[in-house]
């Protein structure tokens, strides 16, 4: 009988031992399927646009400033294209080494390429403008030395011309680069053109336009599918 009872205890232990884990891994399951669909259903469209605001970078795109016409038609202020160079903070890994190789590329400065970076912060997306009215040849050193100036961009920008620049140049006025000062007012971004004097000043708000955006898509090896596109074509010159 002691053995029966024996028996029969330890047949009961080893019951509840295995409802015990049976339970713990149902309670297990249950949590893990409601955590699935608490990130599934409630907070997948918040993960869905987090995700997408890594992969893809809005890189913002200055409008192209308005045409002032005379009353026969004729333009009295106009724009053209121009080359800028500037920087994405964000993508340069090692600055110093980049700020030098673009030093001795295009004769700047390194205090005047530092200058321009210390007046964002480190993790800025938007570029910062360090030089205006690049030549087709100081574009061409930038574009052929890409891969080894990560963060360093040649943008296309329109600026101002003046076809009758000696008829009413106090008139029409002209326009600049925000300046500190009227940074403070809240009402412009660093980089902004606006009208400093004359009709550039006065129809500002008209004349600005509201500024675009270009979609890049990023991975972590290509900040730029651009980047990507030249090593390719490079890869494929090097065979040939």
Excluded: C
């Amino acid at each position: 009988m002691d053995l029966i009872g024996e028996s029969t205890e330890a047949r009961e232990t080893w019951r509840r031992r295995v409802v015990s884990l049976a339970a713990a891994v149902a309670v297990a399951f249950v949590g893990l399927v409601g955590q699935l669909w608490y990130l599934q259903v409630l907070e997948g469209g918040k993960l869905q646009e987090m995700s997408e605001k890594n992969r893809i970078r809005i890189r913002p795109v200055a409008a192209p400033r308005g045409i002032l016409f005379d009353r026969n038609g004729l333009a009295l202020v106009d724009n053209r294209p121009a080359f800028t160079l500037s920087f994405i903070p964000r993508e340069m890994d090692d600055r110093d080494t980049v700020l030098a190789r673009l030093s001795v590329l295009l004769k700047i400065p390194m205090r005047e390429l530092e200058e321009a970076l210390e007046r964002v912060p480190p993790d800025s997306f938007r570029p910062v403008r360090v030089r205006r009215g690049l030549t087709l040849e100081e574009v061409t050193k930038v574009e052929e030395g890409k891969l080894e100036l990560p963060g360093v961009v040649v943008e296309v920008e329109p600026q101002r011309v003046y076809p009758t620049s000696t008829f009413a140049a106090h008139l029409l006025g002209y326009v600049r680069e925000v300046s500190d000062e009227q940074m403070k007012q809240g009402r412009y971004r660093r980089g902004d053109m606006i009208g400093q004097s004359g009709l550039e000043r006065m129809l500002d708000e008209h004349l600005r336009g509201r500024d675009g955006g270009e979609r890049l898509g990023a991975t972590r090896r290509f900040p730029h599918e651009g980047e990507r596109d030249l090593r390719d074509r490079r890869r494929i010159k090097e065979r040939a």
